[in-house]
């Protein structure tokens, strides 16, 4: 069994957390991962009402009395706005969800810090994904309970500082006292070995759930994820100031396309709108969306249950760590 503050902190299983997916974290998805011993995740900008976001945590809770996240992304957006936000942080306080994963802005900014201190009276967790030291350091001064540190290997949207989860880990470890979660690269046994030995309390991964019996995703996406290789994604939206990682597709080659003719917000938007997106994951088909998935598609080989999942990389992890502590001489 590995025991970590993350494993301690939530009173989990193992110390792995699944991510914010727009349009996948669902009810079933998220439920599923926290009855197999990890942390769901609901991400709130799946519901556009109050009423639909309340009730999509209390579904989970009608599956589940394990803890969950809930995925809060403050990144311009026309159809999730500063009135959602206040609304997701209102709700997750009422509802007293055990923790918070902030991505994008900090949740002390946006919404200032009287709505964030009421947070933490509520008892919630609130952790923030960060690509860099210097924002690891803010979330540290202002009162968050952790930091997952998101290498630019990762899916969705990664920070324009392009650096590696190998080099980020151990660099926001040594730069602050509260527990650092990696993320970015991770879907095995091996990589949360990997993360644990470079001072990380537990990981975060989101494009290994994707393949999983549990996720709503069509079967065609999952399938194709196990064909992808590590060199198949790449990043987009660079140019107008969005960054994201995608799998390499028709669309993204337009999308590109349209980036380098220097193409601006209205040409790509509607190749990357959220819709289309949707209609994707729906319909299993590959070619006509930004599917943001992260390099560590190449370590997805098949299409489990999260249960099976999570039990496996918890034993590959710890026969790794062994075999690694016998180098020792
Ligand atoms: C399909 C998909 C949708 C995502 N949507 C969001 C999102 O809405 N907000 C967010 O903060 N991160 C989002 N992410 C990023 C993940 O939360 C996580 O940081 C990242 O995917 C980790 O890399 P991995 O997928 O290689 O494990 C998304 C990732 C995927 C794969």
Redesign the pocket.
């Known amino acids: 069994m590995i025991k970590t503050a993350i494993t301690d902190m939530f009173g989990i299983e193992y110390p792995i957390i699944c ?4 349009w ?1 974290c669902t009810p079933r998805l998220c439920a599923a991962i926290s009855n197999a011993g990890g942390m769901g995740n609901i ?1 709130a ?1 799946n519901y556009e009402t109050e009423e639909e976001f309340r009730g999509a945590i209390r579904e989970v809770r009608k599956l589940t009395d394990k803890p969950f996240m809930v ?1 809060i ?1 403050i990144l311009p957006s026309v159809r999730i706005t500063s009135e959602h936000h206040a609304m997701y942080a209102k709700v997750c306080a009422e509802e007293r969800v055990a923790g918070i994963e902030v ?1 994008g802005s900090p949740l002390d900014k946006a919404l200032g810090k009287k709505a964030f201190e009421s947070l933490k009276k509520a008892g919630i967790k609130i952790f923030h ?1 960060v690509g860099s030291v210097r924002h690891a350091v803010h979330a540290q001064k202002a009162g968050y309970d952790g930091v997952y540190a ?1 290498g630019f ?5 990664p920070l324009g500082d392009d650096v590696t989860t190998m080099v980020l880990t151990p660099r926001i470890v040594d730069s602050v006292k509260i527990p650092v979660v990696t ?5 095995d046994g091996r990589s949360l070995a990997a993360a644990l030995a470079l001072g990380a309390q537990g990981v ?5 759930f ?1 393949a999983t019996s549990d996720c709503d995703a069509h079967e065609n996406i999952k399938q194709e994820l196990v064909r992808r290789q590590e060199n198949e994604t790449t990043l987009i939206c660079k140019s107008i100031g969005l960054q994201g990682r995608a799998l390499k597709n028709k669309i993204i080659c337009e999308v590109l396309t349209a980036e380098e003719k220097g193409l601006g917000l209205e040409a790509i938007i509607p190749l990357i709108a959220g819709q289309r997106i949707k209609k994707a994951w729906e319909k299993g088909d590959v070619e006509d969306a930004p ?6 598609i190449g370590h997805i080989h098949d299409v489990i249950s999260c249960k099976e999942l999570l039990k496996r990389m918890q034993d590959d992890a710890v026969a790794q760590l062994r075999k690694a502590s016998d180098l020792i001489r």
Do not use: C, Y
């Not at 991510?19 to 727009?22: I, R, T």
């Not at 975060?204 to 290994?208: H, K, P, V």
């Open positions: 991510g914010a997916m727009m996948l991400t900008g995925g992304t991505s994904k998101a290997e990762e899916g969705g949207h993320v970015g690269g991770i879907a975060m991964m989101a494009s290994r994707i599917l943001m998935v992260g390099q560590s």
